[in-house]
């Protein structure tokens, strides 16, 4: 049973402290504080006779990682001690990837369905098969009738490879990624406001800044290792910290002021604090109209934000607001820092951008110590975008719709212009529609498990079943997903394949691969190509080894905002974690970008947002009168593909719990422990009750780690809505109505 979050705490430090006795690993540099750890050791193996350099695989902010190796196998894992971002330290996920790789789940051998059952296969036999499938499909339906969607924890090469394969070989623009579901909504908020995809800040602003102001984001529990770096710059540097959420998070109670907003309205927020700081005279008005566009149109319009509208409105008291306008506009060198509590909206965007309003009136731009922040969840959501693995993009953040960019691209792959598509992909959401309405037929799906992790999980099993041909390639047999597939391809992970990946401050790592893959599984690079060559597209896949692909990249960023021709396999051997751009050799890298004051959009402007707040799709009501939030807890990953085999983690939450406010569960007479059965008008969960305070009254959390090979009644996406951003596609999992009952 899930206990309540304090007691999750204290359970989570006790069995840590228990190291050596029973949890298979030994534990050396543990802080209990935050449960990080330098080491860790599988219990009774051998001492590693080989060392590898490698990065977790987890989150955006990119430790550093050493990989032991004894007898072909991965039998420690070391934090990277020299490694800039991490100086030796991993939290619980990252000292526990010993654990992910020899699992008995692992897909060894190419499986194809037969009736229900799935039957070894060879691989003549699965890349013949997928090759011609996907031309049959093809021929028939057109190219857009073929889909891709991969994960955001890849490498470049990879998704280099991928790129090249469905945009410049097979002619669609199809090729989506589960990003989509983190931080689409943050990326077209940064290209809305800067002009480009443009992360602008390091990790190194941390020390340097007074002030961090940090909305809908809980990086104590996504990102230890960066938020144990906050910590020290509040500790020793006396920084302030803002934390906006509906829940009193680990990261809410380590902040200076906690604003407890009620779901949904950051927009007003953020609207109601430009209008104070501009109202009381704490910005320079004249650098902020030399920097931005539309400086008078945004005063105006903030205007009716008032701070008794917003208290209305946010919950968020006057004086509250006087507070944290002050602090603003009091600060020397702020950082904003947002993560899925803004993003994962129906106007998330929106959200984005109205924040982003605020570093740009207050000059917290282009400077260091100050600017927006962002790590993301998924550990190359980074290298995705550089690479151009999205429906819209080409390599080198290139646009599909631009003519020159496709010739330019053309000429590297050796492929013809004409038979690439200028017209963007499809989004998850419009794949898995294009499923529905029968105009999608064949999808390949690669490490990535959309039946657990997309929204309204009953109508995405129902949509998979209707298609003509699902691919899908992973490490692990079952997923949720990989019980719809028509066929199975193993695939090597992490530690088992070589590959460059860029965190979210721009820093590029080589990881070398420990270990061969397991059974008959392959790199995701060779399943690929093999495919691709089998139809006909042998000149455009010649590359020997790993390496070649990323020198191919290479020439893809030259001249662009990611020039990385400075970099090579050699380079990053020595010198750990460089940021692009890396124009040269002689280079060593850019920390920080836009400190001339020069942006990428209109006449080297930032723009504005002019935000209207707009309520959910769905919001509470007589019948329903509970908001739900999803969101994570340190122990789990994502839907769990890999954390379930780890028995520590598991031993911190294995379940599902359902976060309830005292005054509701007095109510409805619920006690601590007791079985709920929650429902929207999508579907039902059952899971028991956590009764803090930590939640605003009315509102109720839900991990959404679980999904129903947990249980059939264990998904929090069988409560979920299908709304989402309006620009980004982005899902909105932090707003739906929910019923709760004792069963
Ligand atoms: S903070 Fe992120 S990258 Fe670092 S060890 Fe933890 S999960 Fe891995």
């Known amino acids: 049973m899930a206990a309540n979050k304090d007691n999750m705490q204290l359970n989570r430090r006790d069995f840590l402290k228990l190291s050596a006795t029973g949890l298979g690993l030994s534990l050396v540099g543990f802080d209990p504080l935050l449960g990080t750890f330098q080491a860790a050791f599988a219990e009774g193996a051998p001492q590693p006779d080989q060392w590898f350099m490698s990065i977790c695989p987890y989150c955006g902010t990119g430790c550093g990682v050493n990989v032991g190796v004894a007898g072909g196998k991965v039998v ?19 000292k526990n990837l010993v654990g992910i790789l020899d699992t008995s789940d692992r897909l060894l051998f190419p499986q194809k369905k037969d009736g229900d059952q799935f039957k070894q296969i060879n691989w003549e036999e699965a890349t013949d098969t997928v090759a011609s499938k996907l031309k049959e499909t093809i021929e028939k339906n057109g190219a857009d009738s073929f889909a891709m969607y991969i994960s955001a924890s890849e490498y470049i090469e990879e998704y280099y490879v991928y790129n090249k394969f469905v945009k410049g070989c097979l002619g669609t623009n199809n090729l989506e990624s589960s990003a989509r579901l983190c931080w689409a909504s943050g990326v077209v908020g940064l290209v809305k406001a800067f002009g480009a995809d443009s992360p602008p800040c390091c990790f190194d602003d941390i020390d340097l800044a007074d002030l961090f102001f940090v909305a809908g984001y809980n990086p104590s529990s996504s990102k230890p290792i960066f938020f144990k770096r906050l910590m020290k710059a509040k500790k020793v540097n006396k920084t302030k910290m803002i934390v906006i959420d509906p829940r ?8 200076d002021i906690h604003l407890q907003i009620k779901p949904g309205t950051d927009v007003i927020l953020f609207n109601a604090i430009t209008r104070e700081l501009i109202n009381k005279g704490l910005i320079d008005e004249t650098k902020a109209k030399n920097i931005t566009q539309d400086f008078e149109k945004l005063k105006e319009h903030v205007q009716s934000f008032t701070p008794q509208f917003a208290e209305e409105k946010t919950g968020i008291s006057e004086q509250q607001l006087a507070e944290v306008v002050e602090l603003i506009g009091q600060s020397k060198g702020a950082l904003f820092m947002w993560g899925q509590g803004l993003n994962q909206s129906r106007i998330g965007t929106r959200k984005v951008t109205s924040l982003l309003n605020i570093p740009f009136i207050t000059g917290n731009i282009g400077k260091a110590g100050a600017g927006p922040l962002a790590v993301t969840g998924q550990s190359t959501a980074m290298s995705l975008r550089e690479a151009g693995a999205l429906p819209n993009l080409l390599p080198g953040f290139r646009k599909v719709d631009d003519p020159q960019a496709r010739q330019d691209i053309a000429d590297i792959w050796g492929v013809d212009p004409q038979k690439m598509s200028p017209k963007a992909g499809r989004t998850i959401v419009d794949i ?16 990535s498990n959309p039946a657990a992790t997309f929204p309204d999980t009953t109508w995405v099993r129902s949509v998979l079943n209707k298609l003509d041909f699902l691919i899908v390639q992973d490490c692990y047999h079952p997923t949720e997903t990989s019980q719809f597939a028509h066929i199975l391809l193993p695939a090597a ?5 070589e590959g460059t990946m860029t965190n979210s401050e721009r820093g590029l790592n080589l990881i070398e691969q420990a270990v061969q893959p397991p059974g008959e599984a392959k790199t995701d690079i060779e399943i690929v190509m093999n495919v691709a060559r089998k139809m006909g597209f042998e000149k455009q896949f010649s590359f020997k080894k790993t390496e070649d692909i990323f020198e191919e990249f290479k020439r893809c960023t030259t001249h662009r905002p990611n020039d990385i021709n400075g970099l090579s396999y050699a380079r990053m051997r020595k010198e750990k974690g460089l940021q692009w751009p890396i124009p040269t050799a002689e280079h060593s890298g850019t920390k920080r ?23 959910p799709l769905e919001i509470p009501d007589k019948e329903f009168p509970l908001w739900l939030l999803t969101g994570l807890v340190n122990e789990q990953f994502h839907s769990r593909t890999r954390t379930s085999k780890i028995p520590a983690l598991n031993r911190a939450v294995s379940e599902p719990f359902v976060e309830i406010h005292p005054d509701n569960a007095n109510i409805l007479k619920i006690k601590e422990g007791d079985l709920l059965k929650v429902t929207s008008r999508r579907g039902q969960l059952t899971a028991r009750a956590v009764i803090t305070d930590n939640i605003l009254k009315d509102v109720v959390f839900i991990p959404y780690h679980f999904s129903f090979l947990a249980g059939e009644d264990k998904s929090v996406n069988n409560l979920t809505i299908r709304s989402f951003d309006e620009s980004a596609k982005q899902p909105e999992y932090k707003a739906a109505a929910v019923n709760i009952e004792k069963v």
């Open 493 to 497: 992970q992490w530690s088992e394949k």
């Open 593 to 615: 970008r836009f400190i001339d004051q020069k942006f990428p959009g209109n006449d080297g402007k930032l723009n504005l947002a002019i935000n209207q707040h707009d309520d």
């Open 76 to 94: 420690a894992v070391k934090g990277m001690p020299d490694h800039p971002i991490n100086k030796g330290e991993l939290c619980i996920l990252g």
């Open 432 to 447: 898995l529609n294009g499923i529905d309405a029968g105009e999608i037929k064949a999808l390949w799906i690669i490490h």
């Open 248 to 255: 009193k998070t680990d990261t809410a109670k380590k902040a």
